[in-house]
């Protein structure tokens, strides 16, 4: 049995306001946004986007309205450091979007970081050191008056650094990090510090960025934070204040919100909330959330779902079904009663009146959706309905990124045929795309024997119509599989392996599924059914091969041979 939790955790004190005012606020005006999708959210993913990626997220961000973009953190790396170099020299920064670059308060990467955006029209150098007392004692072993030190000589460099280069406009942004769990007279004083150091006059505003790096309380601490914040800096006229609030106890939204009525003017998040470990607060959700309050935000998701789509291709993590606004599931009614309410409630919906039909806080058509209210599957719709279909009627339960692969092949059959699919179809279309892909490679049997250690295993199998008889060697029965593929020039490697059980009791099969890549021939998913749970891996992972079309090394072989 755990202890009692007031034995190992410590609550979070209330900040000492009497007079809060934010409670009586509400958000009138949409802040400065500012996306950190290229930099939180790129440090947050197993694979970092490439520069090809990076660029299509960034497009988008722009194309959605974004102003100011944190685009790398270009000191950690040559591929950072290049695509802030790419972004500038071939001029893709579109008039009026200012690019932000960030640095720990250390010399050679500031050095680095200015170097990166030199030639820039207007830029953000975004500066930061932790604050809080576990980062002075535990992690640096700095007192209060070396951390204070540390962040004016970052920016004394700063300044010096972009004195010579007045061709940019420099924009200096400070954020101390772990601002939250911060003492909060200690805050003011570093930021007080730094906002003197920089010079910082009502004519030339820096960004004073407080995060909840890790979120330590509840979001009404956080706005008194920030009011506090708000009532005694020093230079509030030459202060832009910002808040990046982080998402550990799940309240980034509320936290951000509040913050706002706090006084905040700015705030830094990501796209459907991604970004590091628990993600930064959710952009479009606060976004819309505004939309909803008849608060214009600046931002265009007028079509929500073409933005998931980057969002998700560029990140490769997937949305969950039932996230606010964008989720598949969430214009979708399944109970009754719901429906019964929802379809009274369009039916007495006035084109020009305010919005008002019962459970949808906002109209699906302003964010270029539709309401369903029963899982329909056409060309415009999502993977979840698809993956919905598969799972209720077959018991096929598809990884998030196979129901990915698994659309566009449902969405290449609707445009191509029209009209809806029904789930039969789908089973059709999941069939012959995965489990019949048996060609050129076949499985016919396999049998497993042990090498020492090592798992052996040989396969009978056809190949262009030729019986052959392969084996090899692994560390399982899949990875012997790869290497005896490799024998007849098949190179591929297996990125992700799952394995469910389809059915009850004594009908119960093994669906497996295997997504394979091979050398510049991308990644695809293979599928494998079967009531042994060896033969549903093996076959998934010939079912791989097949779609991977990567037979080409190997066919010229077996010509040649
Ligand atoms: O979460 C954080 O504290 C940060 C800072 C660098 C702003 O990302
Ligand atoms: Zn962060």
């Given amino acids: ?68 973009i944190e685009i790398a953190f270009p000191a950690a790396s040559q591929p950072e450091f290049d695509f802030v170099r790419q972004l500038i020299e071939q001029d893709m920064i579109p008039e009026g979007v200012t690019i932000g670059v960030l640095t720990q308060a ?126 005694h800096l020093a230079r509030r006229d030459s202060v832009i204040l910002s808040v990046h609030p982080h998402n550990d106890r799940g309240t980034a939204v509320a936290s951000a919100e509040l913050a706002l009525m706090a006084g905040a003017e700015r705030v830094e998040g990501c796209l459907f909330g991604n970004g590091e470990r628990t993600g930064n607060v959710d952009l479009v959700t606060l976004a819309l959330n505004l939309y909803t309050q008849g608060v214009a935000s600046g931002l265009d998701f007028s079509d929500i779902n073409a933005v998931a789509r ?71 719709s999502g993977k979840g309905g698809v993956a919905y279909l598969l799972e209720t009627h077959y018991g096929i339960v598809m990884p998030r990124r196979l129901q990915i692969e698994f659309a566009g092949v449902i969405q290449r059959h609707t445009e191509m045929h029209g009209g809806e699919v029904s ?33 052996g295993v040989r396969l009978t199998i056809s190949f262009h119509g030729q019986r052959q008889v392969i084996s090899g060697e692994g560390n399982g029965p899949i990875d012997a599989a790869v290497n005896a593929l490799r024998s007849i020039g098949i190179n591929i490697q297996v990125r992700s392996f799952e394995e469910r059980s389809v059915g009850g009791d004594s009908e119960a099969r093994a669906c497996a599924f295997i997504e394979v890549a091979g050398a510049g021939s991308g990644e695809r998913f293979g599928v494998g059914l079967d009531t042994n749970i060896v033969t549903a891996s093996l076959k998934a992972l010939v079912s791989g091969v097949n779609r991977l079309g990567l037979m080409d090394t190997a066919e010229r072989e077996q010509q040649a041979a």
């Fill in 106 to 231: 250390r010399p050679e990467l500031i050095a680095r970081t200015i170097e990166a955006v030199r030639g820039a029209r207007r830029a953000i150098v975004h500066v930061y050191n932790a604050t809080s007392p576990v980062f002075r004692d535990t992690v640096f072993g700095m007192d209060k008056a070396e951390v204070i030190a540390l962040a004016v000589s970052a920016v004394s460099q700063v300044c010096e650094l972009v004195a010579a280069a007045p061709e940019t406009e420099w924009v200096l942004e400070y954020s101390p990090e772990t601002f939250a769990a911060t003492e909060l007279d200690f805050a003011l004083e570093v930021c007080d510090a730094v906002t003197a150091a920089w010079g910082a006059t009502p004519q030339r505003k820096m960004i004073l960025n407080l995060p909840t790096t890790v979120e330590v309380a509840t979001p009404n601490v956080y706005a008194d934070q920030i009011e506090w914040m708000h009532c």
């Fill in 423 to 455: 789930a039969a179809d789908v089973w059709r279309l999941f069939a012959a795309t995965y489990l019949d892909a048996e060609a050129p490679v076949h499985l016919i049997e396999h049998h497993l024997f042990e090498q020492g250690s090592a798992q």
């Fill in 310 to 380: 980057v969002a998700e291709e560029c990140t490769r993590l997937p949305i969950h079904p039932r996230h606010p606004y964008v989720g598949d599931l969430v214009f979708t009614a399944f109970s009754g009663s719901h429906q019964d309410a929802i379809k009274k409630g369009f039916a007495a919906q006035a084109k020009d009146a305010l919005w008002n039909v019962p459970y949808l806080p906002v109209d699906p058509a302003d964010l270029g959706r539709s309401y369903d209210s029963v899982i329909r599957v056409n060309s415009q």
């Fill in 1 to 68: 049995m755990l202890a009692h939790p007031a034995t190992k955790y410590r609550p979070f004190a209330p900040i000492a306001l009497t007079d809060r005012r934010w409670p009586n606020r509400t958000i009138d005006r949409a802040p400065i946004w500012m996306s950190a999708d290229l930099r939180d959210g790129n440090q947050a993913l197993f694979e970092p986007m490439d520069a090809e990626r990076k660029l299509r997220f960034f497009r988008t961000l722009c194309a959605i309205g974004f102003k100011e």
